[in-house]
Structures are given as structure tokens and as C-alpha cells.
């Protein structure tokens, strides 16, 4: 895809702060500065999705996991094992999302971003990268969101969440796809947010003019065009869950925090049944939970 030949492409694991510093720019907070809520590695593009015909409705998609099946057979609150730790306004909302989904016993330590929105150094006590989420699970430390997602389905949904046969590849697909392609677009339009708003002063409005440029011209169109996979992908499930089924499966836990991104930094990227979908994961009791728990969010 074309972010494989694309110049803007940053693979730097660093967080933003530190790749600014590399560029020499002012990293003081500025007015102007955007939260810093979507930071991603940027990756190779992934292949080209396999798309097939799913049948849910979006009724079926409201309907609450426990429903489908059993309620997991976990113990009460105090004998869980499991911390997510969480960062203001970040992807562990995904996991606080599945977690209240499943109906998991959980706790949350929570980590706020500093002054500069990158996660404050006590996350590296926790994991080498200091990136949020990460998870603990007695001796068990997880980081990553797609693999903490798969670690807890399959440890704990005894078997919810789980695609039909028919959306196995569509589940698999979107479930790296988040990670792998749509984050790191959406990565690339924040840096180029950035970098105008932490240059030095006098260049500022040259590093604007031509920052803007850049997102123009190479990264809304990418963004434009992966909207229009993602509205083409839930044409055909009706609005449903990405894997067709009845219920959310780990496609959703990790598509809905770049969707809820793209409908807040650039909704013309979107089509409407996309903020359809968003909105029907806004409206669930199980969302809302995780939203009261995991504090401040922009993107809800
Ligand atoms: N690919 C990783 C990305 C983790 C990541 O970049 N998390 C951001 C929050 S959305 C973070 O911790 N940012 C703070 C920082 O970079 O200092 C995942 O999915 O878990």
C-alpha cells in the first residue's frame, strides 16, 4: 500500500516528544497542541483485506455478550488477578471496554499524561516501553492492545467473543489491521498536527504551510481511503460487528479507538454507517462503565 513508499512514514517506537526532540524542535505544550491520544508506531501497511459477505443486524449488535452466552465463571472482584493499567484518554480504553463486556473482575491503576500528553515514566516501571495499555495478571505482564484483547478472550470469555466461522478471516484481518495500517495513518496526522505547533517561533508558519500541505496532499487521502474500506465493510454487515457475528468480537475491541479518532479528527473521512457503528458501541451499557471508570476521554 502506499504507506510503504510513503516519505512521512515515522518508525520510530519513540514517543512523540522524544521524535521532536530528534528534529530539534520546541517540545513546550503550545494552545494549539492537540492531545496526544493516538500515538502509534508506525508499521508497514497490511495486505489488502479479505472481505466477505456477513449477515448481523444491527440489532443483533446491540444485544449485551452475556446474552449469547453464559457469564464467564470468574470469581468475585477481590480474587481477580487482573490490573489494566491505564492512561488517560488512550487505547486501553479498548480493554476496559472488553473487560466490562465480559463482565470480568478487574482493577485499574491509573497513569495521567504529563504536561508534554506523553505517559509519565512510572509505565516503564511496569513495561520496558512504557505505553499504555498494559496489563498484569499475577506474574504475567502484557502489553500491546491486540495481544492483551486476544490474552483475555481467550483466558477469560470461555468462548464469547468469538467470530462465526464465516467472519474468522474478517476477525483476524481488522483485528491487526487497527494496529497495523489504520493507527499509524492516523499517527502520521497527528505529527503533522504537531510539528507547526512546536517548531521554533520564526518557523513556524513555514513548518505550518508546508505540514499542511503534506497532510493534504498524502495523508488525508490515505485516510479518506481507508474510511472507505471500513463504511464498504459494514455496508455488508449491516452495520453490525466487524466479524458478522451477534456480538463483539477482537476485530471491535480494536477497531472502535482509531473510528472513534477519525470521527473526531477528520469525521469526513467516515461514512455514516462507521459513525453509525460508533455510536451504537457509545450507547452500551458495558461502554458506559468503562467510560466511568477509566476517567477523562476525548474520544467518547
Ligand atoms: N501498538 C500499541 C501502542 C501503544 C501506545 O502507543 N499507547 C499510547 C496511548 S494511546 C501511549 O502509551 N502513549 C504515551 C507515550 O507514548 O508516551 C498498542 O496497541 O498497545
Known amino acids: 500500500m502506499a504507506e510503504e513508499n510513503s516519505p512521512i512514514v515515522s518508525p520510530s517506537a519513540q514517543p512523540v516528544e522524544a521524535e521532536l526532540q530528534a528534529v530539534g ?29 456477513a449477515q448481523p ?42 473487560l466490562e463486556e465480559l463482565e470480568i473482575p478487574y482493577s485499574i491503576k491509573k497513569y495521567e ?14 513495561h520496558p516501553l512504557g505505553k499504555s495499555p498494559v496489563i498484569t495478571d499475577g506474574d504475567l505482564t502484557i502489553a500491546e492492545s491486540g495481544a492483551i484483547v486476544e490474552y483475555i478472550i481467550a483466558k477469560y470469555a470461555k468462548g464469547r467473543c468469538q467470530p462465526p466461522d464465516s467472519g474468522f478471516v474478517d476477525n483476524l484481518y481488522f ?3 487497527a494496529e497495523g495500517t489504520i493507527m499509524p495513518v492516523l499517527f502520521n496526522k497527528l505529527i503533522f498536527t504537531l510539528i507547526p505547533a512546536r517548531a ?36 455488508k454487515t449491516n452495520g453490525g460487528w466487524f466479524a458478522g457475528g451477534d456480538v463483539p468480537t477482537a476485530a471491535d475491541f480494536m477497531m472502535l479507538f482509531p473510528m472513534e479518532a477519525i470521527v473526531k479528527r477528520a469525521p469526513d473521512c467516515l ?30
Open 25 to 53: 524542535a520546541d517540545i513546550q505544550p503550545t494552545v494549539e497542541e492537540p492531545p496526544v491520544t493516538d500515538i502509534a508506531d508506525a508499521q508497514p501497511a497490511a495486505e489488502a483485506p479479505v472481505i466477505r459477505e
Open 57 to 98: 443486524t444491527a440489532e443483533a449488535a446491540a444485544q449485551p455478550i452475556s446474552k449469547a452466552e453464559p457469564a464467564a465463571a470468574v470469581s468475585a472482584p477481590s480474587e481477580s488477578t487482573l490490573v489494566v493499567h491505564h492512561l488517560n484518554n488512550s487505547r486501553s480504553q479498548r480493554i476496559l471496554w472488553l
Open 113 to 126: 499524561r504529563t504536561p508534554t500528553m506523553v505517559a509519565p515514566k512510572e509505565l516503564k516501571d511496569v
Open 175 to 177: 483485528s491487526h489491521y
Open 200 to 235: 521554533p517561533f520564526l518557523i513556524r508558519p513555514v513548518a505550518r504551510v508546508i505540514c499542511a500541505g503534506v497532510t493534504k496532499t498524502l495523508v488525508e487521502p490515505q485516510l479518506r481511503t481507508n474510511g472507505e474500506m471500513i463504511e464498504k465493510h459494514l455496508e
Open 271 to 300: 461514512g455514516e454507517k462507521s459513525k453509525a457503528y460508533v455510536e451504537m458501541i457509545h450507547a452500551r451499557p458495558a461502554y458506559k462503565r468503562a467510560l466511568e471508570k477509566g476517567g477523562r476521554y476525548e474520544f467518547a
